[in-house]
């Protein structure tokens, strides 16, 4: 049945792909925190990452014939793949192993806050207004909410240091999204993303294979492959198209809903499938927190600064 034919501007279809958008993506979470468990952080994010990357080069060069990048291309995608992929995905895959999947997946959604203070700190932007500070505090606010109420909780060993991964993630994600929005590069975005995702796979392998945080593949566990194949399938191809979609179908500022759900869905289902402690006050202080990052969100739009890229994990 086609849609498009039946519902005006196809906008039945754009909230299911919404949908798929935020409980595909809130799931990686709790799916990479699955796999990491059977291999090392970094090894299996470089897998990842080179089969996502591989699909999306190859449609776009066999299918639609785009042709291969410019030397000048493949420097800016080199640098976009460094931050967006190897720093901001890979670290906040390894973050993983020492942090609950649904605090880090909140603290991989506090980007647009620090893309503010970013530009506030280094770009002199005069673009602060009383919403976006408000905004700003209550974002600050949930998160000692929610970190105070692990405070208290008996922590495994290097829980600061997953901490720390998760953040250096989340300001490398900001900065490849101001770089992204101050540089205009003549390259299909979706193409782009593809051989940044595959450059990465490159530079995560040398990483991982020069510590030693590898194992043999052939001792990769079965439910590690599974993971895997749903973080590229689901997480990478299915989600990425069904977001692509939504954008398409709906307004921007419904579409980028899915970016204060995933966060919730990882909470909900990390305490389901991985028992991750989930009470009132913890899920009170991530509303609060995306309650804050939707009010800077919505100010920059107000102003007509819409600096904030979406995040895949």
């Known amino acids: 049945m086609n849609i498009r034919n039946n519902i005006p501007s196809g906008k039945a279809g754009g909230y299911i792909a919404l ?5 595909v993506w809130g799931t990686t979470w709790v799916a990479s925190k699955i796999g990491i468990a059977g291999i090392p952080a970094l090894q299996m994010a470089y897998i990842r990452q080179f089969f996502g990357g591989i699909c999306f080069v190859l449609f776009f060069m066999l299918v639609k014939k785009l042709p291969f990048p410019t030397r000048k291309q493949f420097g800016w995608l080199f640098i976009m793949a460094m931050l967006m992929f190897v720093m901001a ?5 390894w ?3 020492y942090i609950p999947a649904g605090l880090s997946a909140l603290v991989g959604a506090l980007y647009p806050l620090s893309v ?9 932007s005069k673009n602060m207004t009383l919403l976006t500070f408000a905004g700003l505090m209550l974002g600050i606010s949930g998160v000692g909410i929610v970190f105070y109420e692990n405070a208290f909780e008996h922590q495994p060993g290097g829980f600061i240091f997953g901490i720390t991964l998760s953040v250096i993630a989340m300001l490398s994600w900001s900065v490849g999204t101001l770089i992204i929005a101050k540089t205009k590069m003549d390259l299909n975005p979706y193409y782009a993303t593809g051989w940044q995702m595959l450059l990465s796979a490159f530079m995560l392998m040398i990483i991982a294979e020069s510590t030693g945080a590898t194992i043999p593949f052939h001792d990769i566990p079965l439910k590690v492959w599974l993971v895997i194949a749903y973080l590229v399938v689901a997480g990478s191809l299915i ?5 692509i979609y939504s954008m398409k179908k709906l307004p921007p500022a419904i579409a980028s809903l899915y970016a204060y759900i995933n966060p919730l869905v990882a909470m909900i289902t990390a305490a389901i499938v991985l028992h991750e402690k989930l ?9 609060v927190t995306l309650s804050g990052v939707f009010m800077v969100n919505y100010s920059l739009k107000r102003s007509q600064k ?3 890229a979406e995040p895949e994990q």
């Open 19 to 23: 949908c798929i958008t935020s409980v």
């Open 89 to 93: 995905n890979g670290l906040s895959t």
């Open 95 to 97: 973050s993983l192993k």
């Open 116 to 124: 503010v203070l970013i530009e506030m700190v280094f770009f002199k």
């Open 239 to 243: 989600a990425f198209i069904a977001f």
């Open 279 to 287: 009470n009132t006050n913890i899920l009170w202080g991530a509303l």
């Open 306 to 308: 819409e600096i904030i």
